[in-house]
């Protein structure tokens, strides 16, 4: 019988597809540090999206927000992703409601102010808490990595290309801010 567990062949067939799978597994963990290592579901249509995509890219993660006097950053933002994205750079969007209460729309109506008064065309992620015991586990670890919890919206981080050098910005830091735009410069240059 072919499908007898105590054939040979199908075994065999069975451990060689079982052995791919691990390895198909930990080749693509090994190509994507620990910290991008998660999936987070994007925010114009809630699929899940992998962060792994962007190992190797040097990513500005940012905790947006609707109704905030940061804002405007929007705008910046998304400049400095159109200027810097062919050389390597992604800007990774995050709302949330944990200051002030100024994110309180859904999913689709954030989606829905970001394209229509900012024209945001950078990736753009479901809302999720950044501090706190309720923090996503991203921000967890970049609290801990870079030593700074945000403590107002449009804070911002800057993982390198090698997914492990993290630098914490607050939320006064505009995108076009010298110092952010020196350190996504250096981080830039290293391949």
């Not at 067939?13 to 198909?24: P, R, Y």
């Not at 090994?30 to 998660?38: H, S, T």
């Not at 944990?98 to 008064?117: L, T």
Request: charged share 20%; aromatic share 8%.
């Amino acid at each position: 019988m072919f499908n007898s567990p105590r054939n040979p062949h199908t075994v065999r067939c069975a451990a060689t597809a079982l052995a791919l799978s691990v390895w198909g597994l930990a080749a693509q963990a090994a190509g994507c540090p620990a910290l991008l290592d998660r999936t987070v579901p994007r925010l114009q249509d809630e699929q899940p999206q992998s962060l792994c995509q962007y190992a190797g890219k040097v990513v500005l993660v940012v905790n947006t927000a609707s109704q905030c006097g940061f804002t405007p950053q929007y705008k910046g933002l998304e400049a400095l992703y159109e200027r810097l994205r062919g050389e390597g750079l992604v800007v990774l969007g995050f709302p949330s409601n944990d200051f002030g209460s100024q994110e309180p729309g859904s999913h689709r109506e954030i989606a829905a102010f970001c394209e229509n008064q900012f024209a945001v065309q950078f990736p753009m992620f479901t809302k999720v808490a950044v501090k706190g015991s309720q923090a996503h586990p991203l921000y967890a670890e970049l609290a801990r990595r870079a030593g700074q919890t945000p403590r107002w919206n449009f804070h911002k981080y800057l993982i390198g290309r090698d997914g492990q050098t993290v630098r914490s910005y607050p939320s006064q830091t505009e995108p076009d801010d010298a110092a952010l735009l020196r350190d996504v410069r250096a981080m830039l240059a290293k391949r």
